[in-house]
Every structure is written in structure tokens, then in C-alpha cells.
């Protein structure tokens, strides 16, 4: 259904730090992915197509700020950030190791790195999948794009 998607999206500037140009571009792609295709059905009581604030709240609660698209307030969904810390933790790890590998190793090196990566993403995509299921219907490339979102906001600098 058209309704169930997210048509925009923004990042709680509270929540962010200055970031490098790597992190800013893996930003960029992911609003911009999401925002030409995505599934989002919060459950319950709210209309879209929808309008997401995405922010860390307490340090420890991812909150989706849901509107509708005339910005009037559906309500809030947040989930634990618990279950997240290992995960990002070896997804920063990790692209960190693929980001200087681009500069000085081969094409073939680069590739099991960027594979290692992709793999740690996509576990990730579904602990958030998971979270949020009871309260939001999303799909898995939805969930890809909202982790790499949340792995941004996460970022510390």
C-alpha cells in the first residue's frame, strides 16, 4: 500500500556529531534509498504515508517521531539500544577496516572485507527488524537502510 511507507525522513540533529566524509555519504545514500522505496506499517492508530524524526533519546532508546505527511503527530515508537551495542560496535570495527582498505590493499582483499561488512549489516537489520516487530511492519531493505540510519545517529566521532 502507498500509505505504508515513509516519504521523509530526518535525523535528530541533537543526536549528531560532526562526521567524516565516509560516514556522511553512507548517510546520504541511506535517506535516499529509503525514500524511493520502503515498507513502514507502525501498528495501531496512524495514517500515512509517513513523516520520521529518528533520534537517541536517554542514551539508550531509539525513538522513531512519527507524522503524517501534513506533520501533525502520530506518536513515538522506541526500542531499547541494548541489544544493538556488540552489533555496532563490529559494524564501526569493520568499516573502519574496509574504509582504509579501499586506499592501500587489492580489489580481492577489499571484497572479503566489504563481504564481512555486508554480513555484519545485515545482521543487524534484522536485531532491528525483530525490535521493532509488535510495533512497526517493516521489510528487510527498509530495515538495512534504518540500521545504517541508527548506526549514524550511534556515531560518536
Do not use: W
Not at 496512524?46 to 501534513?70: C, H, K, M, W
Not at 556488540?86 to 559494524?91: A, E, F, T
Not at 516487530?133 to 540500521?147: E, Y
Amino acid at each position: 500500500m502507498a500509505d505504508e511507507c515513509i516519504v521523509h525522513i530526518e535525523l535528530d540533529r541533537k543526536t549528531l556529531v560532526s562526521r567524516s566524509a565516509e560516514v556522511e555519504h553512507e548517510r546520504a545514500v541511506a535517506i535516499y534509498d529509503l525514500l524511493q522505496e520502503n515498507h513502514f506499517s507502525p501498528i495501531g492508530d496512524y495514517l500515512g504515508p509517513y513523516r520520521v524524526l529518528l533520534s537517541i533519546r536517554d542514551a539508550n532508546r531509539l525513538t522513531f517521531d512519527i507524522q503524517d505527511e501534513a506533520e501533525n503527530s502520530q506518536g513515538e515508537i522506541s526500542i531499547s539500544l541494548t541489544p544493538f551495542r556488540r552489533i555496532i560496535r563490529d559494524y564501526y570495527q569493520i568499516c573502519e577496516s574496509y574504509f582504509d582498505a579501499i586506499k592501500r590493499l587489492t580489489p580481492s582483499q577489499i571484497e572479503t572485507i566489504d563481504m564481512a561488512r555486508r554480513g555484519v549489516h545485515n545482521e543487524g537489520s534484522e536485531i532491528l527488524k525483530d525490535r521493532l516487530s509488535g510495533r512497526v511492519k517493516i521489510d528487510f531493505d527498509t530495515a538495512r537502510r534504518l540500521f545504517t540510519l541508527l548506526c549514524v545517529l550511534h556515531f560518536k566521532g
